[in-house]
Protein backbone atom coordinates (compact mmCIF):
# COMPACT_ATOMS: atom_id res chain seq x y z
CA UNK A 1 0.00 0.00 0.00
CA UNK A 2 1.15 3.75 -0.58
CA UNK A 3 0.97 6.53 1.97
CA UNK A 4 1.01 9.81 0.26
CA UNK A 5 1.80 13.07 2.88
CA UNK A 6 3.41 16.58 2.39
CA UNK A 7 0.41 18.40 0.92
CA UNK A 8 -0.90 21.60 2.45
CA UNK A 9 -1.70 25.34 0.98
CA UNK A 10 0.94 27.39 -0.57
CA UNK A 11 0.97 30.67 -2.73
CA UNK A 12 1.08 30.58 -6.51
CA UNK A 13 4.58 30.65 -7.09
CA UNK A 14 5.70 28.48 -3.93
CA UNK A 15 6.90 24.77 -4.05
CA UNK A 16 5.83 21.46 -2.62
CA UNK A 17 7.41 18.27 -1.94
CA UNK A 18 5.23 15.24 -1.60
CA UNK A 19 6.20 11.80 -0.52
CA UNK A 20 4.90 8.50 -1.33
CA UNK A 21 5.74 5.49 1.36
CA UNK A 22 5.13 2.53 0.35
CA UNK A 23 4.55 -1.25 1.95
CA UNK A 24 4.65 -4.55 1.68
CA UNK A 25 6.57 -4.55 -1.90
CA UNK A 26 9.84 -2.86 -3.44
CA UNK A 27 9.33 0.35 -5.51
CA UNK A 28 12.54 -0.57 -7.26
CA UNK A 29 10.47 -3.48 -8.51
CA UNK A 30 7.44 -1.39 -10.08
CA UNK A 31 6.98 1.63 -12.17
CA UNK A 32 5.26 4.33 -9.96
CA UNK A 33 3.21 6.92 -11.02
CA UNK A 34 1.66 10.07 -9.41
CA UNK A 35 -1.78 11.20 -10.12
CA UNK A 36 -4.02 13.72 -9.48
CA UNK A 37 -7.91 14.67 -9.23
CA UNK A 38 -9.47 17.97 -8.91
CA UNK A 39 -12.68 18.26 -7.72
CA UNK A 40 -15.27 17.56 -10.92
CA UNK A 41 -12.41 16.09 -13.01
CA UNK A 42 -11.22 13.15 -13.27
CA UNK A 43 -8.10 11.53 -12.31
CA UNK A 44 -5.05 12.27 -14.64
CA UNK A 45 -1.76 10.96 -14.62
CA UNK A 46 1.30 14.12 -14.09
CA UNK A 47 4.35 12.18 -13.25
CA UNK A 48 5.93 8.50 -13.72
CA UNK A 49 9.24 7.16 -12.59
CA UNK A 50 10.45 3.60 -14.26
CA UNK A 51 12.07 1.05 -11.80
CA UNK A 52 15.73 1.96 -12.87
CA UNK A 53 14.78 5.41 -11.95
CA UNK A 54 15.65 6.49 -15.56
CA UNK A 55 13.68 8.86 -17.82
CA UNK A 56 10.82 10.14 -16.01
CA UNK A 57 7.96 11.14 -17.69
CA UNK A 58 5.47 14.02 -17.09
CA UNK A 59 2.45 15.31 -18.24
CA UNK A 60 2.52 18.47 -20.51
CA UNK A 61 1.16 20.67 -17.31
CA UNK A 62 3.73 19.90 -15.10
CA UNK A 63 6.89 19.31 -17.21
CA UNK A 64 9.60 21.84 -16.83
CA UNK A 65 8.29 22.22 -12.93
CA UNK A 66 7.93 19.08 -11.28
CA UNK A 67 10.51 16.78 -10.75
CA UNK A 68 9.90 12.64 -9.76
CA UNK A 69 12.67 10.99 -7.74
CA UNK A 70 12.52 7.80 -5.72
CA UNK A 71 14.69 6.36 -2.70
CA UNK A 72 14.74 2.77 -2.94
CA UNK A 73 16.17 2.55 0.98
CA UNK A 74 13.67 4.65 2.01
CA UNK A 75 11.35 2.20 -0.27
CA UNK A 76 9.54 5.91 -1.24
CA UNK A 77 8.73 7.91 -3.97
CA UNK A 78 8.61 11.99 -4.19
CA UNK A 79 7.41 14.26 -5.92
CA UNK A 80 9.34 18.23 -5.79
CA UNK A 81 6.74 20.39 -7.38
CA UNK A 82 7.96 24.02 -8.24
CA UNK A 83 6.16 27.28 -9.37
CA UNK A 84 2.82 26.08 -8.31
CA UNK A 85 -0.31 27.43 -9.78
CA UNK A 86 -3.65 27.29 -8.92
CA UNK A 87 -4.45 24.96 -11.82
CA UNK A 88 -2.34 22.24 -9.85
CA UNK A 89 -4.93 22.40 -6.72
CA UNK A 90 -5.96 18.52 -6.47
CA UNK A 91 -5.82 15.51 -4.39
CA UNK A 92 -2.67 14.02 -5.23
CA UNK A 93 -2.39 9.91 -5.15
CA UNK A 94 0.74 7.41 -6.11
CA UNK A 95 0.26 4.45 -7.43
CA UNK A 96 1.59 0.95 -9.39
CA UNK A 97 1.26 1.80 -13.09
CA UNK A 98 2.02 1.10 -16.68
CA UNK A 99 3.74 3.98 -18.07
CA UNK A 100 4.00 3.68 -21.53
CA UNK A 101 2.85 6.17 -24.20
CA UNK A 102 1.64 9.39 -23.15
CA UNK A 103 -0.34 10.31 -19.42
CA UNK A 104 -3.63 9.81 -20.32
CA UNK A 105 -2.70 6.20 -21.57
CA UNK A 106 -0.89 5.23 -18.21
CA UNK A 107 -3.07 2.54 -15.83
CA UNK A 108 -2.80 2.42 -12.41
CA UNK A 109 -3.14 -0.82 -10.79
CA UNK A 110 -3.12 -1.54 -7.37
CA UNK A 111 -4.61 -0.18 -4.46
CA UNK A 112 -4.69 3.71 -4.03
CA UNK A 113 -3.62 5.23 -0.56
CA UNK A 114 -5.73 8.10 0.65
CA UNK A 115 -3.78 10.40 -1.42
CA UNK A 116 -2.54 13.86 0.38
CA UNK A 117 -4.34 17.66 -0.26
CA UNK A 118 -2.43 20.27 -2.15
CA UNK A 119 -4.42 23.77 -2.75
CA UNK A 120 -2.57 26.73 -4.64
CA UNK A 121 -4.36 29.80 -3.63
CA UNK A 122 -4.36 32.86 -6.00
Known amino acids: QFVESGGGLVETGGSLRLSCAAS????????IAWFRQAPGKEREGISC????????SYADSVSGRFIISKDNARNTVYLQMNNLKSEDTAVYYC?????????????????WGQGTQVTVSA
Open 24 to 31: GFSVAEYE
Open 49 to 56: ITRSGGNP
Open 95 to 111: TRAGCAGRPGAWYPWGS
